[in-house]
């Protein structure tokens, strides 16, 4: 399962671990951490729905050794959650990756 997490995080720019889609998510958190992204110039953006998926969600946080999500990942490296990105957001830094 670790190394399907690793494909996976490589494999766009821009990779979310969370609940729903990035069209439909499926929490408030997940929802911002999408918004945000997109508003910040994300792409190429790759959700990945947990809920869909609890071994991978297990994984997932054993990997990462973050409890919750959602998780984020640019250019294979994990960044944190919603208020990571949000923080990143409002100065410029999550825009400054993105590009």
Known sequence: MQEKIEQLIVSKPVVIFMKGT???PQCGFSARAVAVLRDA???????ID?????????ALEIHTKWPTVPQIFIGGKFIGGCDIACAMHETGELHKMLV
């Open 41 to 47: 110039g994300a792409n190429e953006l790759l959700g």
């Open 50 to 58: 947990v809920l869909a998926d609890d071994p991978l969600w297990d």
């Open 22 to 24: 990035p069209d439909f």
